[in-house]
Every structure is written in structure tokens, then in C-alpha cells.
């Protein structure tokens, strides 16, 4: 992933170190639960979609947050 988007789920999944906005992803019905978070790392801010299967926090994809999420993000917290 990292070579098509310029990072990989590792630089992604470090939006859950620090504060989120999430909701949950209910544009269809995906047989779970799926959420969907908007984060900062290192100044640069990230949208990850996942769901949470026991333990377990599955990464379904990411992607560079646009200016609507990143505003959503500053809105909320």
C-alpha cells in the first residue's frame, strides 16, 4: 500500500495514539460493524476505515483525509 498512496497502514494506525473523530460507516450493510476515524500524525492527518473483530482492530483501508474530514476532525475535538 505504501507505493500507491505514499504511506501504509503502519503510518495510519497511529492516528489511535492520539485523539479521534469516529462514526460509524453505514452507507451499506457490511455484515459488521464498520467504523470509520479521522486522526493526526506527525502534523499530517489520516481517515482509516475498520472494524473491531474481538480484540483484534482490523484496517480495511486508509487514505490522506480531505479538507471535509480534516474539518470534521477540528470540529469535534
Given at each position: 500500500?505504501?507505493?500507491?498512496r505514499?504511506?501504509?497502514?503502519?503510518?495510519?494506525?497511529?492516528?489511535?495514539?492520539?485523539?479521534?473523530?469516529?462514526?460509524?460507516?453505514?452507507?451499506?450493510?457490511?455484515?459488521?460493524?464498520?467504523?470509520?476515524?479521522?486522526?493526526?500524525?506527525g502534523g499530517?492527518?489520516?481517515?482509516?476505515?475498520?472494524?473491531?473483530?474481538?480484540?483484534?482492530?482490523?484496517?480495511?483501508?486508509?487514505?490522506?483525509?480531505?479538507?471535509?474530514?480534516?474539518?470534521?476532525?477540528?470540529?469535534?475535538?
Amino acid at each position: 500500500m505504501r507505493a500507491e498512496r505514499g504511506f501504509g497502514f503502519e503510518d495510519a494506525v497511529g492516528i489511535f495514539l492520539g485523539q479521534t473523530v469516529e462514526w460509524q460507516d453505514l452507507r451499506q450493510a457490511y455484515g459488521e460493524p464498520r467504523m470509520i476515524a479521522v486522526g493526526e500524525v506527525g502534523g499530517r492527518f489520516y481517515t482509516v476505515v475498520y472494524t473491531d473483530r474481538g480484540p483484534v482492530r482490523w484496517i480495511i483501508t486508509a487514505w490522506p483525509s480531505n479538507r471535509k474530514e480534516r474539518t470534521r476532525w477540528r470540529n469535534s475535538v
